[in-house]
């Protein structure tokens, strides 16, 4: 089973605007990752926030996150075509000294050029 | 090399044959992760080496599933007598160490091997 989902599931924008997307975990973390996905292509990690961290930008990006309510968001500023992909939350706990990742189900973004 | 590589990039088995999936991870890191992502789904963790020792197997699915990683770096992942239900893309990541108690790294992923079992 899949610790995260994110919200929503699917999200469609002009090249241009912003995409915001929500996602939702079940336990408690040691950290949380957000993965992007292009079709056919491998997962590239693109921000990892700590449990006692509410708030990381890199470039474009913004997350945060709010370990009271289990959640976590993804902003992407002023988007552009090559956005257009597949975004994963996937949250870190210390398991038997690794950190495995358990993903959601994913956010599908579009950019209308 | 620059990343993880994996091969072959596609694999088509009949059912009830074995297939090896081979990963290379990125020079020098100590953890390797496979995950197995079934279309339209995120990927799900299958097990976790940290460089020879297999740590954690919670996520193979049966016992069909065999992963190892004998010099610590290259790993296989061997599927016996695979079942339709065993088509998916599976991914290897690799991370430069295990991560202190709640630190975290990320991983680097491979490309994937889509598998389609007939």
């Known amino acids: 089973s899949q610790q995260g989902e994110e919200d929503p599931q699917a999200l469609s924008i002009q090249e241009g605007e912003n995409a915001t997307m929500n996602c939702s975990y079940k336990?408690?973390?040691?950290?949380l990752q957000w993965y992007r996905q292009n079709s056919g292509r491998g997962l590239v990690h693109l921000i990892l926030i700590r449990s006692n961290e509410r708030e990381k930008h890199s470039g474009r990006l913004r997350v945060t996150l709010d370990t009271s309510k289990k959640s976590s968001s993804l902003l992407i500023t002023a988007s552009r075509a090559a956005d257009t992909a597949s975004y994963f939350c996937?949250?870190?706990?210390?398991?038997?000294?690794?950190?495995?990742?358990?993903f959601g189900t994913g956010t599908r973004l579009t950019v209308i050029p | 090399g620059a990343g993880v590589s994996q091969s072959p990039r596609y694999k088509v088995a009949k059912r009830g044959q074995d297939v090896a999936l081979r990963c290379d991870p990125i020079?020098?890191?100590?953890?390797l992760f496979w995950y197995q992502q079934a279309l339209g789904q995120g990927p799900e963790f299958l097990t976790y080496?940290?460089?020879?020792?297999?740590?954690?197997k919670s996520g193979l699915p049966s016992d069909r599933f065999f992963a190892e990683r004998p010099e610590g770096s290259v790993s296989t992942l061997k599927i016996q007598r695979t079942q339709q239900e065993d088509s998916a893309v599976y991914l290897c990541?690799?991370?430069?160490?295990?991560?202190?108690?709640?630190?975290?790294?990320?991983?680097?992923f491979g490309p994937g091997t889509r598998l389609t079992v007939t």
């Open positions: 080496f940290q460089n020879e020792a297999q740590l954690d």
């Open positions: 020079s020098g890191h100590v953890s």
């Open positions: 336990t408690s973390i040691n950290n």
């Open positions: 996937a949250t870190g706990f210390y398991q038997t000294g690794a950190n495995n990742l358990f």
């Open positions: 990541a690799s991370s430069l160490s295990q991560g202190a108690r709640g630190r975290g790294h990320e991983q680097y």
